[in-house]
Structures are given as structure tokens and as C-alpha cells.
């Protein structure tokens, strides 16, 4: 935004069209007497505020609109379905990737609602003999893509919005700090009450917000159906599909249209199938997002350059951040344990369909393993949204996870059956571990390993008869045993340690690390 001062000179500045602009942005989140002793016209500058008094008010009506919009929520959805739906309409919005796919958002013609629920039809007389769950009977939803993202909303928002609570709040943290040190003054000097970051968190939302309408936004231009990213984001118990999605998965490819069309529909109808069976599943899922979202730490020298940058004032430039500018995080140990859980059980739930749509259409369907591939090759390189949603969220399917889960479902498919295998999924305890899928150790081999080693480590003493009746009559030393005990967990976290340096390099994950 062009900066053009008020009559008066260079660096003049009207500070009190300023202190409006700030109490009316940022209404009762700046608390009383904040602004007492700021040098606003350094703030001004410091934040790229304009300083002409009629762009400074024009800003606050921006800004407060933006931001009353928002209330109380971490996130600014009013912003975010906005930005959303013009994006899944194949709307340029500036500084976002150009759209994906075939132009605008096509509704579904009757020709394709009627070839898709077909299809459908012939995916569940193909399932239902390999798998030992319900095939759902609802018929298949045939959507254009705002109606996916109309339909998968409600999902996104218990999704979205533990992981914004946080990181809103990290974000107006770190923003404030940033801004502290840039005026030279302390918390106390700003007159903030005891919470700084509070009137900077509605911008962390705000900027959250934008991100993820994004992301959502190109995801409905993407996606074949609701349960792509193996979530569950339709309505319970209803498989659906994108039709221009789908066409344009046929075409980019060159894919047999009816042979693709039954191959996606069994796709989504097994993972509805699934989340339907096993209710906990999704529960589970979201709760390790959330698991996630809780450790985050954002890079503050990355954060340092964004601020600097960052005109406050104008919310289109503000929409105009791509993530990567934004959002540099580290991950501490608890979030890697969440994200290893959740990307076990992502990989699970993918290679399970996987799985049985393979047992189901194998010798029926031509080019069957074209089209695995794919979908191989779609999940490992990953589009703009997925990167983003990896980073924030956390959703990330790795690829040699989702190899190794599908070779054990394999296995349990050939030692217990079609009802062992879905039994499985009856509780959380029965589904195997990363160290499991990878063959990594998870404890000693054995009661008599654990003796050998620990005797391997023992020195043996000189004069050993006299050494054995020590023993025998009861004596022994103050730190017999503890030797043994102390390597052995030292062991056991080791093996773990190296499990986890070699899952990531291999995995073609975009998450930061």
C-alpha cells in the first residue's frame, strides 16, 4: 500500500488519526491505557502503517470488519470460506498458485450423476464378498466442488480449529515480542496488562485462517470424493464423489472412463465403510491432530523477516502470504510422537483400502494397477494443499508407511481371514505399530536373550569360587544388578531413536522437521 504522508514534512505523522486506528482495529482486546507512552509514529513505521489519516482510517474499517468478523474464534472463517470458495471456483485470488483442474466449478451434468452412481452400484456387488463389514447402502453423492466444500466443512472446522487455538496464540506471541523489541520496549513499558499478545492473536488467526481457506479451497479442485486424505470429512455413512474431479483425473491420464469410475467409487465406499465399522477411528484421528497442534513452535527468525514485511494494514496483502513465508515451525518430542501415530494410522486406514479394493476388482477391471499408481504417485509428490497441511496439521501420508501397512494387512489377510483382518480395527490396541510395520524391535527378543547379554556385560572376578560362596552365603555388593537394568533401557531407547532417524529421509514427507 502506497504511503503518503500528511502535509507537515517527511516522518510526520497525525498520532492521534494513529491511536484511532488502534483502539478502533483493535477494539477491547487493547486494554486501557496501552498506547500511554508509545512512540506511535516509530510503531507506525516499524508495522508499515500509512500515515495519511484518511488511509489510516480506511484501514481500521478493514481491519475492525476483518476482525469483528472473527470474534472470539482462533480462526477467521468468515475470511477463510470466503477465500475458500473462491479458490474451489477457480477464482485467481493474488499471490496464490493459479488454479488446478478444469476451469470454474462445473455442477455435475445428469450424465455423470447417473454414469458415477452406476459404477457404485457395481463397486459394492464387488466388495461386499471380500470385506467382513457393512457395505453402506446410502447412495453415492455426486457433488460439484463447493458442495464438497460446503459438505466436508463441519469436518474441516473440528480439524482446524484446536491446532488455531494454538498456533494463533503463537503467533500473536511471537508477533508481539517481534514488535516489543523493534520500539526498545518492554512488555510493562507498552502498558499491555499482563497480556500482549491478546489484541495480536486476532491477527494469527486471521492469518491462519487465510492459509487454510487456501488450502481447502484447492483441495475441492482436487480431491475425487470426501475421504481422499484417509479422514472421514463427508457425513457419516455417505460415500461421495467430485464429478469434474474425477473427469479430470481420467483425462489427465488417459485412464479407462468406466474402469476409473468404478475404481474411485470402491475407493470411497470402503473407507465409508470403514469409518462407519469402526467409530473410534476418526475420533482417534482427530484427537492425534489435535495431539499435534499442541507442541507447536514457530521459528522466530523466520517469523523476524515475515514481520518486518508485513502491512499490517492492508488484509490483502495479508491474503496474499504464501504458507511457507508464514508458518516455520519445530517440532518438539511430543509432537513427534503424535505425528508418528498419526501417520501410522493414516497409513493404516490408506493401505486397508487399498487392500481390499485391490482383492475386490483384481481380474475385473482393466488397467487396475495404472490406476494404483496413480494414486501412488499422486500421494508422494502432494500438491500445494496437502504441503501446507502436512506442515500445520500434520495430515501426511508417507508413502513407504503406507507399503509397509499394506504388506501386513496382506499377511493378516493370509493367516486369519477376511474377519480377522476387519477385526482388527475393533479397537485401537489391535492395530500394529510403526516399529511393527518396519520390523524395528520393540523389546528384548527374549527372557534367555536378556540373560545372555546381561551375563556378556558381567566381569568375571579372578578368584570365582570365593567370589561364588560370597554369593551363596548372602553377601553381594551395593551395585549388583543395577549394571544390567540401566543398559538395557539405554538399549531400548536407542533402537527407537534409530527408528526414528530412518523413517523420515525415505518417507517423502513435506512436514518440517
Known sequence: MTQDPIPGGPGDMDEEALRRFLQETFGDALPEGALDGLDLSALAEQANLPQDPAQLRAAAAQMQSMFAAQGDNPVNWDMAEDIARRTAAGAAIPGAPEPSGSPGDPGPTNAQVEELRR??????????????VDVPSAELGVFGRGTWLHRTLPHWKTIVEPVAKYMSGAIGEAITSQMGELSGMDQDAMGMGGDPAAMMERIGGTMFGVQFGHAIGSLAREVSGTTDLSLPLGRDGEPALVAANVEDLIADHSLDPDAARIFLSAREIAHTALFSAAPWLGKALFSAIEDYARGITLD????????????????QALQARRPEEMFVFTRRAAQERALEELATTLALVESWVDHVTTQALQGKLPELEAMREVLRRRRAAGGPAEQMLARTVGIELRPRRVREALAWWDSVLATEGEQGREAKWDHPDLLPTADVLSGRPQAPQSAAADSADALADVEIPTDFDAELERLLSGAGTADDGQDGTAEDGGQGDDSGADGDREDGPDDGGTGAR
Do not use: K, T, Y
Open 119 to 132: 459404477a457404485a452400484q457395481v463397486a459394492r456387488l464387488w466388495l461386499d464378498p471380500v470385506i467382513a
Open 300 to 315: 522466530l527468525d523466520a517469523l523476524d523477516e515475515m514481520v518486518r514485511g508485513l502491512d499490517l494494514s492492508d488484509p
